[in-house]
Each structure stands twice: as structure tokens, then as C-alpha cells.
């Protein structure tokens, strides 16, 4: 499979320009609790009113290990085929800010709780493996909010010590698309397993972005700059445009790049220097003496491992080989594990004589066309994947046709109705009685005698004139197969 | 009973229990002789009025099954108390009142006793001297103008002074044992994750252990008993069996071994404190006791250890205070501004030292050579302790290298100063009990003390050897009671 189509270069003059990527996500660990207290975690409540003594940092306050999020880090770790790190340290990375009650966050820096893995991404031309360096429990800062008055900066504690992962990609990433890509389908193994719930617009899921730039077939790395904060895929994908064209075209002056961290401006579309190395905080990183180091056990771990759920890529395998799926539709299907949750339920209603092709093209075609219309989920979905079922055995067992059903479907748009009622009210049932069929027919040429002739005569293409004047006339629900057959033997 | 405050914690609760003492007799006797001793400076905040109101309610339906029965007792001000205010000694918690109990202090108060105030100590507890609190000396009852050592010097001076029957500490490198020796009482640091950090002040997280300080090693006992528990909410907190100290006391140590260490025979100290030393060293064999000469390889890097190692975890432990939250804040034109003023005016000179002493070894590109290293040293100094007690069963070395000095004597030359610790911080740094008892005199008639290091966890063992020599040393204080008009 060549890869030569799709490759992501910056072209200049006669230089042509690779982008180098890594990501670190920040991924919100889905809890009720915070990392080391019991506070609760929940998104939109009002400022300060999640916050423990132990949150705001209060004299003698000790932190205490959450279980549940070791657990979900782990859990997480196995989702990317990594390694469980038996013993891992927390560390204090100590800065002041008024948002950072503690003056330190407790984050692992030299033994993470997770070591090496990789994600399989499915790109158009064939699948890429991104390296994991590593993933690593820490706890999250505070909101300063300098938006509400002009003097002051006010500070909300509720995000004070919620449980982040942070995901460590190495820099195996080419391309905007890979960063896309990469994104959706770490977010979509983690809302597998329940450990995030990757909701970009709450925050739970956001990078920093390292990109660098070299000469195509270059070996070596170029200089790399960070960009802070991303918080969706599309400014991702704006930001790392922008930042390789800005080194590329500093190359091309001959200038050198400077490793700094730069923030990314969503409304100029660029990114801008936050802060250089020469003046990059020393954190002053060392183990908490809070904390004792984080041992599990193989039975923890294991335990943990038996529990797994089928992760997407494995699921996308079993549905190509056990309901004969394309890989695309596979892939389609896998993704969200909502759509993937509502296909394998369509399809289990559907009963043994059921017509798998069909399922998913109505899913991904006429059900998709509707959430995207109504801007819903696939859990919010109008139609139940019951009713889905009945519609397509409807149409599979020639109830109805294909063109009928989407009438239905529309009615079915209304409070989740039963096609098979719909159908039975409106009268919608096809016709397949061939008798009466014939009859129809037979009228229809008696009563187009001339075209007739013509089509005998070899004017072929009037035989999609007698169709659709015989559906014309059975009011669409004449079975269409059975007006071709009928069709083709009184005109021989 | 005219002499309530002389009596020892173990009499007091006999008498009341016996009900021939209220606990509002008890509480009173002692606020009375508190109020007299204001010159002593031991408090930094006293709760008198309403110590007496839970006297009084304690008086009034009395359970007398509890271990404390309505026994007063003032604290370090280190331990958060609930509703009264708690300032470890600092400008810049001098307005901080906790909503929250330190687990120990609310150990104390489930058995009965009644707090009266809190004590004065160091800032922080970064202190030997007691010379670094921001709400001035405190005075050794021993003499006037002598330190009663730190950083428990409100304590130590409380205890000797009988303004409290009793009281507890915190020893992070000393602070227990040293003011016990430099005031004629008696100083347990428990072993660490015997008492749960929950609720204390933190100076240095690895190394902090509160302790109970009394006037004799059945009182010490008993307090200990009260105050060590498993606690969930503290990540270091241990669970093991925990004995009943003061029942389980024994002056029976026929056949211990004790573990005498050569190597703190340190160069300059004073003849006394060998002598005292070989006394004490007669006093446990007196007791039937054999003693072993030991090594103790690595104990001249213990200090030097200690001052990175503390100093690293306090410059993050009290990252806190800077002025957004709670306690003092001084106004700044911006947020930098007003962290610099805050801590430039909230902390005092040695707090401020030892911040940038811990800033600077937990520095990129300094950090392997000092905090690694003495991670890696101590750790040495661990293994040097479980080596010799494959041999021995307790060790018995001086509890410090000098009896009380003077206020002002030491403050300009802080190297000297931390040479006060030198017997105590290897303890701290193993994570093992200690206990500190009063031995003798030295010609100018103050008291000095020797130290009883025990294994992790055996603080029994080292209770039963200090209850046994206290028989043989049987030590009086010499209290003139100088400081009372």
C-alpha cells in the first residue's frame, strides 16, 4: 500500500518539508471523586462549591489516593496495549499560581503508573501504528477567571485536584489528519472502557502539541515548539498548519527555530510565543512525601485485565468476519462505542433471517443523515434500534419496499412508532399478489399500445416508462421485483 | 490540694477518677498557675474560659471510664485545632482558625481531656531554640533567660514549668527530645506512622512525627497510648499493633541488649555529657541489662543529610502560604508582587533560609548532587540502624551535645545551632522511636538527657528501658519557680 498519495508535505521553491508531531493529551479521568480527596468532579456546578480542605490546600491537609482512578489509569493503559508499571511515583511539580492552591501538583514524573504502547489508526490508505511513550495519573489545577471584573481575578476551585491522565504520544505523527485521527481513536478507546469521556467542549479532553519540522527524508528531528491547551480537533489541526508553515518558512530565511511554548490564538488562527526555554519554570520535581509509591499487584492487575470490554479495533474485527462487513463500514460502525452499541442491537433484534448490508446502510445512511440534521447522539436517536430492526426486516422479508420504508422511517421520526403499525395504518403494505399485479399491468399496456410496439420494436428504454407507470398506478406498493418479472414476460 | 499542679498526669487521673479531685479543680489549678506565669511566654493562644466551661460540663456527668477523665492539657501550636486559632508559630497564619481537629488532638479529646490553650514553638517548627517564633522566646523554667530548646519549647517549658500536666510535640529532627533534655522531662518521638500527620502543621512530611512530652515515662506512656492510632487519612499512617503502653510498662529489662554506638563520641563534647553517658550506661546494667559497643557507620552524614532532605520538603510544604487563600496577606501591585510581600513579611529569617536552602537542592542540575544524595545517605543510615539490630535490642546514646544555652547565644550562627540535633535527626531520618529522659545535671545545674532509640515500631521496649532507669537515675528537677512574682 503506497502511502506516497496522502503523505503530508510543505512544499517551498524546491524544498519540500515534513512535519514531525507529538501529542500529549490531557484526558479527564471519568470519576465521581477527585485524585486525592472526595470531592465531587461534576461539570458546570458552581464555582467553589466542590472543594475539599484538602482541595484548597488548608494547613495539615494530606492527600489520599483515590482506588477508582488508579484503577481507570490502568484500565486505560491496558486500552493502549501498554505496559502497567507495577510501582509508580508521585511527584510534587511545584509552581506558584493563584489557582494552584498547593503551590505544587502531584503528577508522576519519573515512574508514570503506565509505560509503552501504541494505537492503531485507520487511515484511507491503510492503517498506521502511533507509539505511546507513556500515561501518567496527575491532578488538575484551578480556573483563574480574569473576565469578571476589571481589577480582580477571581478563582474557581472546583477543578482543583480532578484526576487527569496525561497520554504521552511519541512523535510518530505526520499530519494534521493522523492528529485527527490519533485524537478520535484514543477517545474512542477510553469511552469503551468508561475512563474518559472525551467531552472536548467540557474540557475533559485537550493536548499540548509538539511540532517540529525537517527536509523530507531527513533522519533527524528538527527544533520543537509546544503548543499549550488545544482544546478541539479542528484548532489542532489549524494550530499545527500554522506552526509547520511558521518554521518552514523560518528555515527558508535562514533562521533558526527557538524551543519554546506557544499558545495558539483561535481567532487570528496563529500560534504566539508564551514563554521561552531560557525561561521555562523549574518545577523542582521530587516524590511526595505525602504519598507512599503506588504498588498494584499482578491479581489487581489482572483482575482488572478480565474485565476489559472489546475494545474497537477487535470489535471491528469480529464484525467483518462474524456479519461479513467492509472494513470502511467496520471501521464506521466501531468508531463511537454508542453507534457501535446500537448496530450490535439492531442487529440482534433483527432475528435470524436478517440482511446485514442492509442494516447498515440504513444506519449509517438514513439514521446518520437524521442525528446530523438534528444534531443529536446516537443515544439521543428518535428511532430505537428495535424499531430500526422491524423496518429493515419489513423491507428484507417484502413487506414493504425500500422507497416505502423511507415514508415510514419519517413517521417513525415521531416518537419512536413501530413501522410494522405505520404500515398497517397507512396501508402501506406492498402488493404482491401477482394476479392482481398482472391485471395492472395488462392495463397499463392496453392502455399504451404504441409504446408497447416501440419497446418490442427494440426502443429498450421504455421499459422504465411501464415501471413506473405500474407503480404510478399501485400507489407505490406494487413489489417491484414483481413488476419487472410480470413486465418483462408481457412484453416478449 | 494546694499542689494539684504538682502532681504527675498518672496521679491526676487517679484522683479523679477516685473523685478527689474534680476536673474543674484540676483545670482551675492549672489556668491559675498559667496566669502567673505569663514571663515564660509559653502560650501563644490561651483557651482558659472556655477550658473551664468543659470542666465544668465534664464535672457534671463525669465518665470516668476514659483514659484523660477531664485532665486539662495545652498543645503545640502546631496541631490544628478546631475553632481556636492555630499559627505554628508564623506571622503568617497568625489569623488562621482552623474548622477542622488534627487527628491526635481529637485522639486526645475523645478520652477526656480539655484543651487550654497552644503552646509556642518555632516558625514551622525550623528551630532549636525556640528563638524563631514570630510571638517571641519562650523562657526555660529551669532558668531565667535560658532556652528551653526547640522547636516544642512552649511545650517543654509548659510541661517542666507544671503549667500543664502534660502536652504533646512534634519532632521532625529533635523537637521532642531536645527541649526534653534541655528541661528535665520526658520526650517520646514514636515511630514513623505510629501518629497520624492528619491536621499538623507540616514541616517536613518524611520526617514530622508528633510525640507525647511529660514530667515522668508512665505519664509519656500513657499519653502515647491515646495519641497513636491508624489513621486512613494519613497516606503514611501504619497499621500495626498497637500496644497499651502504659499498662504493658515494665521496669523489667533483664537480658535486653543495649547498643552503645561509638560513633557519637563526637569531637567536642563536653566531658559532662560522656560522664553522663557512662552513668547511664552503669544505670541499665544496674537494671540487668547487658550492653554491646555498636557502629553506627554513617551517622556523621546524618546532619548534613537532614539539611537537605528537611529543608527540600518544607521549601514545598509551605509553598501554600502565599496570600490567596488564608492567613496573612501582604498588598501587591500584581500576583507576583503580592506573593514576594507576603512571604518576604510572613515568614521569618529562618524559615526564609530554610526555603531557599530546599529550593535551591531540589534545583534542575543541583538536584542529583544534594536531594539524590542524601535520599541515597539516608537510606544507608537506615540500613546501618537494621544492621545493629541484629545485635541489639534497643540503643542508648546522649540526647544532646549540650545542656540549655542562653537566649541570643546561637542565633547568629545557625550552623551551631543545628549541631544541637546531631544525636536526635539520625532517628528521624531511620523513622524509629526515640525517647528522651532526664539523667542528671551539669555543673551549672541544668538538666541533660540521654536518648533510647528502639526498632521500628518497639516504642514498648524503649518505655520499659526509660521506666526502669528513671527508677535507678530517680532525677529531680530543680524548678525555683524563679519566673513567679
Known sequence: MSKKNSEYLINRKDNQYEVVIGLEVHAQVLSESKLFSNSATKFGAEPNTQVSLVDAAFPGMLPVINEFCVKQAIKTGIGLNAKINKRSVFDRKNYFYADLPQGYQISQFKDPIVGEGKVILDMPDGQKEVGIERLHLEQDAGKSIHDLDPQNTFVDLNRSGVALMEIVSKPDLRSPEEVSAYIKKLRSIMRYLGTCDGNMQEGSLRADVNVSVRAKGSKEFGTRCEIKNVNSIKFMQMAIEYEANRQVDLIEEGKSIDQETRLFDTKKNETRSMRSKEDAHDYRYFPDPDLLPLEVSDEFINELKNNIPELPDDKKKRFIDEFKLSPYEATILVSDIDTAKYFEEVVAKMGKNKDMKLAVNWITGELFAVLNNKNLEISQSPVSAKNLAILVNLIKNGTISGKIAKTVFELMLDGDKDPQKIVEEKGLKQQSDPKAIEALIDKIINDNREKAIEYKQGKEKLFGFFVGQAMKASGGKANPQLINEILKKKLQ | ?485
Open chain 2, 1 to 485: 490540694m494546694s499542689d494539684i499542679t504538682k502532681q504527675s498526669l498518672t496521679e491526676l487521673v487517679e484522683n479523679i477518677k477516685n473523685k478527689k479531685l474534680s476536673s474543674t479543680d484540676v483545670t482551675k489549678a492549672f489556668i491559675e498557675r498559667s496566669e502567673k506565669s505569663k514571663e515564660l511566654n509559653a502560650y501563644i493562644t490561651e483557651d482558659f474560659t472556655s477550658a473551664l466551661d468543659k470542666a465544668k460540663k465534664f464535672d457534671q456527668k463525669p465518665n470516668l471510664d476514659l483514659k484523660l477523665p477531664g485532665i486539662p492539657m495545652a498543645v503545640k501550636d502546631l496541631f490544628c485545632t478546631n475553632n481556636v486559632k492555630t499559627t505554628a508559630g508564623s506571622k503568617i497564619l497568625n489569623n488562621f482558625v482552623p474548622t477542622y481537629e488534627s487527628t491526635v488532638t481529637e485522639n486526645i479529646w475523645k478520652e477526656g481531656a480539655i484543651l487550654l490553650g497552644k503552646l509556642n514553638c518555632d516558625e514551622f517548627a525550623m528551630g532549636s531554640s525556640n528563638e524563631t517564633s514570630f510571638f517571641g522566646n519562650v523562657q526555660n523554667p529551669i532558668d531565667k533567660d535560658l532556652v528551653p530548646g526547640g522547636s516544642s519549647g512552649g511545650s517543654a517549658s509548659a510541661v517542666a514549668g507544671q503549667l500543664t500536666p502534660i502536652t504533646i510535640g512534634t519532632d521532625t529532627g529533635g523537637s521532642i527530645r531536645q527541649p526534653a533534655s534541655f528541661t528535665g522531662t520526658v520526650g517520646l518521638k514514636p515511630t514513623y506512622g505510629s501518629c497520624s500527620r492528619y491536621g499538623i502543621v507540616a514541616f517536613a512530611s518524611s520526617l514530622d512525627q508528633a510525640g507525647p512530652m511529660a514530667q515522668n515515662v508512665k505519664d509519656c506512656a500513657l499519653l502515647q497510648e491515646v495519641i497513636s492510632t491508624y489513621d486512613p487519612k494519613d497516606s503514611t499512617s501504619i497499621d500495626f499493633k498497637r500496644n497499651q503502653y502504659s499498662k504493658e510498662l515494665t521496669n523489667n529489662i533483664k537480658g535486653k541488649k543495649i547498643g552503645i554506638p561509638k560513633e557519637y563520641r563526637v569531637d567536642g563534647m563536653p566531658k559532662e555529657i560522656e560522664d553522663l553517658w557512662q552513668k547511664g550506661i552503669q544505670y541499665v546494667k544496674d537494671c540487668g541489662a547487658e550492653t554491646i559497643d555498636i557502629s553506627l557507620p554513617h551517622t556523621s552524614y546524618a546532619l548534613p543529610t537532614y539539611y537537605i532532605v528537611a529543608p527540600a520538603e518544607a521549601s514545598s510544604n509551605l509553598a501554600r502560604y502565599d496570600g490567596v487563600k488564608y492567613g496573612f496577606r501582604a498588598e501587591g501591585e500584581n500576583l507576583i508582587d503580592m506573593y514576594e510581600k507576603t512571604r518576604s513579611e510572613g515568614f521569618g529569617a529562618e524559615v526564609q533560609r530554610r526555603i531557599m536552602i530546599g529550593t535551591y537542592v531540589l534545583s534542575s542540575g543541583y538536584y542529583d548532587a544534594y536531594y539524590l544524595k542524601a535520599q541515597k545517605v539516608r537510606k544507608l543510615i537506615k540500613n546501618d540502624f537494621d544492621e545493629a539490630y541484629k545485635k541489639v535490642d534497643a540503643i542508648l546514646t546522649p540526647s544532646t551535645p549540650s545542656s540549655a544555652f542562653k537566649i541570643g547565644e546561637k542565633t547568629n550562627d545557625p550552623v551551631s545551632m543545628y549541631l544541637n540535633d546531631i544525636f536526635t535527626v539520625p532517628v528521624n531520618l531511620a523513622g524509629l522511636p526515640g525517647i528522651s529522659i532526664p539523667a542528671g545535671h551539669d555543673s551549672k545545674g541544668y538538666p541533660l538527657g540521654l536518648q533510647i532509640i528502639g526498632k521500628a515500631f518497639d516504642e514498648q521496649n524503649i518505655l520499659n528501658i526509660a521506666f526502669a532507669m528513671e527508677e535507678k537515675i530517680n532525677f529531680k528537677n530543680k524548678i525555683t519557680d524563679w519566673w513567679i512574682k
